[in-house]
């Protein structure tokens, strides 16, 4: 078997997205992110990346993709690489060692051209687990404890809704429950005095890279910001943030993007006849100041959760599915006060790579789920496309 391993070449992008679809929801029930607008390349766009794509006989059958960012590693600014779309057809997954073997060899070729010092990216256990050889040879460290978090209610089909995949009795009654307790919980909140929770707009953008820097400056891979930065995630319509304060002290920042969500009563891209999708909030920065005052966090979770952005027309609750550490207990904690649970499957893990040489601790673990899923930008209609 003569595995050729290629660059990225937009013509490959219609091909590129089958094979997600047919990789990321073969045997799998549960929701997975829905690529919407539905190009292949948009998660890459504007970003510093190195996509490698395997072919045999002239097919797709594999990708690798690595979004590079600067972050910290033992307190110092390094460049990272994020890897993501590490997908491959059902019917060469027992080809998976030697595809991949080539595949992250390239990409950390790459990388180590580009001056990277990581390399690290997120998966499910249990797949890792099945494909442990490839990991282990390439010399990455596993570490697992990385969950899901859904909380708020709205699952309703956000576009593409076919009268088939309507929501069953039982899931309409479960989610009125889910309502119905979430609003219960909003009622008997403690609201923290003197509180303020405002959108942030562009005057707020320096005080809080600074306020998120100053937070995260002994998280590992934690991603270094500047104003200059902040500006151009939210120009470019994928950021939107809430800030808490207190007078003038910021007390708590949520930074979030929205994302596109399939599976389960939805159908399967691909797999099904008909498929929809339904769109949820997630964060890429949950900051606050004073880890003991969860009800601040949770009373920005709850002005989240009551958002009515253009993209997401619902007249109770949104949903909210934030992904990070198990040691980040404060998180868990705040979420539990909004209703929050941890979810009991798709157990999530962290493969590193350490090009630097250098011993690194993992006493908190910084997750990029701005690269862990594909965020939807608020003018999404003009990246449709035909």
């Not at 937009?10 to 073969?26: G, P, R, V, W």
């Not at 600014?77 to 993501?84: M, P, R, S, T």
Request: proline fraction near 2%; hydrophobic fraction near 40%.
């Amino acid at each position: 078997m003569s595995i050729e391993i290629a660059n990225y070449n937009e013509k490959d992008d219609k091909e590129l997205l089958a094979l997600f679809y047919k990789s990321t929801y073969h045997q799998k029930k549960e929701f997975e992110y829905f690529r919407f607008p539905p190009k292949w390349i948009h998660r890459y766009l504007d970003q510093d990346t190195i996509i490698r794509i395997a072919k045999i006989n002239g097919k797709i059958v594999a990708s690798l993709g690595a979004i590079l960012f600067y972050g910290r590693v033992n307190g110092k600014k390094q460049k990272i690489a994020f890897f993501v779309d590490n997908c491959i057809l059902p019917e060469m997954h027992s080809n998976y060692f030697e595809i991949f073997d080539k595949l992250f060899e390239e990409i950390e070729k790459e990388a180590k051209k580009k001056k990277v010092k990581l390399i690290f990216g997120w998966d499910f256990v249990n797949r890792v687990e099945k494909h442990k050889k490839v990991f282990e040879k390439r010399k990455y460290e596993q570490i697992n404890g990385f969950y899901w978090y859904p909380a708020g209610s709205d699952l309703r089909i956000s576009l593409g809704a076919k009268k088939e995949n309507q929501l069953g009795m039982l899931w309409k009654i479960v989610l009125r429950f889910g309502r119905w307790n979430i609003s219960l919980k909003n009622k008997m909140h403690r609201k923290e005095e003197q509180l303020s929770i405002e959108k942030i707009n562009k005057n707020d953008l320096g005080k809080v890279a600074d306020f998120i820097n100053l937070h995260n400056k002994d998280v590992q891979f934690s991603m270094v910001y500047t104003k200059k930065h902040l500006q151009k995630i939210f120009n470019d319509k994928i950021a939107h943030g809430l800030i808490a304060k207190k007078g003038d002290t910021i007390e708590s920042v949520l930074l979030y993007f929205v994302g596109a969500w399939s599976g389960w009563m939805f159908g399967k891209p691909h797999y099904s006849k008909n498929h929809s999708f339904f769109f949820a909030y997630t964060p890429f920065e949950f900051i606050l100041r004073d880890k003991r005052k969860t009800n601040i966090a949770a009373h920005l979770v709850f002005e989240l959760l009551t958002q009515n952005e253009e993209y997401i027309k619902n007249k109770g609750y949104s949903l909210f599915v934030d992904c990070f550490w198990e040691k980040e207990q404060w998180r868990e904690n705040s979420l539990k006060l909004v209703g929050g649970e941890k979810a009991e499957f798709d157990f999530g893990c962290v493969l590193i790579k350490n090009l630097s040489g250098k011993k690194i601790s993992y006493n908190k673990i910084y997750l990029p789920s701005l690269f862990v899923i594909a965020p939807i930008p608020r003018d999404y209609k003009k990246h449709i496309g035909d």
